[in-house]
């Protein structure tokens, strides 16, 4: 019988034989998970013995990581924002890059509108909605997504975060105009599909054969959500409201623009850790 310790070792030698860049971290959450723990009891209970079906559960997780499916997936669990998330392939996987949409909510609305009404359009896994909610605790907010299965996602998330009392999850095409009764908003934040059709064929295989493609792909220009959102959505903020999107690579510039021929007053491009444009602000 093997110890934690020795299972952990084990997986994260072959995941890095087989050219995984985050090895380790991947086989602590692999092992972690198969053993029903978090990592911290995980890295408590290393030098405890394991069972066989551990070790077997351990095994078929590896096989599948080995075959390229992303450990979120495997496991169903993520973190965004320090925040456990639920995640199945109905939904994107939350990305880092992604928490610099809460952090500009954030300095939006603190000191200023800390009880504002937030809409997260396409919120997949309700990632974004379940941060700022903890973050901003006065805040209520609607979640919004065409798919009723990501929608089953983001409601577990919203309630595993204990914020059902905030907020409400609501079935709607972004591309199209808004629900009746849904109100007005002081923010309305959106990470939409946005890489051209085109491209969605090279994508790395661990993306393009287990995320949801529909989730991605943003029509010929990879513009298409923006387009829309700006058209029909734009009507819900209030005055001095934001319009806040995630932009894909060399995407920014064309988004702020489109923001200011519809009439919003000013807008701000917004870098990632990594100094990619990855946000634009638009202010009515």
């Known amino acids: 019988m093997k110890t934690y310790n020795e299972l952990y070792i084990n997986t994260r030698s072959t995941l890095k034989r087989s050219g995984i860049e985050a090895y380790a971290l991947e086989a602590r959450v692999l092992v972690a998970s198969a053993a029903g723990k978090t990592v911290q009891q995980l890295l408590r209970d290393l030098s405890l013995y394991t069972t066989a ?43 880092s890059d992604t928490e610099l949409l809460v952090d500009l909510v954030k300095q939006a609305l603190t000191g200023y509108k800390m009880d504002a009404r ?26 919004v997504d065409l798919s ?8 577990a998330n919203v309630n ?18 808004p629900p009746l009764g849904i109100g007005n908003f002081d923010v309305i934040v959106s990470n939409p599909p946005y890489i051209p059709s085109k491209e969605i064929a090279a994508l790395d295989s661990s993306v393009k054969d287990y995320e949801p493609i529909w989730a991605l792909d943003g029509g010929k220009d990879g513009l298409r959500f923006y387009k829309s959102i700006i058209k ?3 009507t819900l ?48």
């Open 232 to 234: 029909y959505w734009k």
């Open 148 to 155: 009723a299965s990501a929608l089953e996602i983001c409601r």
């Open 118 to 143: 937030v809409l997260d359009l396409c919120c997949g896994s309700g990632c974004i909605t379940c941060a700022v909610g903890h973050e901003l605790p006065a805040t209520k907010l609607v979640a």
């Open 160 to 177: 595993a975060n204990r914020l059902s009392t905030r907020v409400i999850c609501l079935q709607a095409d972004a591309t199209a105009s």
């Open 53 to 95: 079906q551990v070790e077997e559960q351990v095994n078929a997780y590896t096989a599948r990581r080995l075959a390229g499916e992303p450990v979120a997936y495997i496991t169903g669990d993520w973190e965004f924002y320090g925040l456990p998330m639920k995640v199945t392939k109905d939904v994107l996987i939350p990305r």
């Open 237 to 284: 903020l209030r005055p001095d409201g934001l319009l806040i999107f995630e932009v894909g690579e060399g995407q920014a510039d064309a988004v702020a623009e489109m923001l200011m021929a519809a009439g919003f007053t000013s807008t701000s491009i917004h870098q990632d850790a990594r100094g990619t444009d990855r946000a634009v602000v638009g202010r009515m």
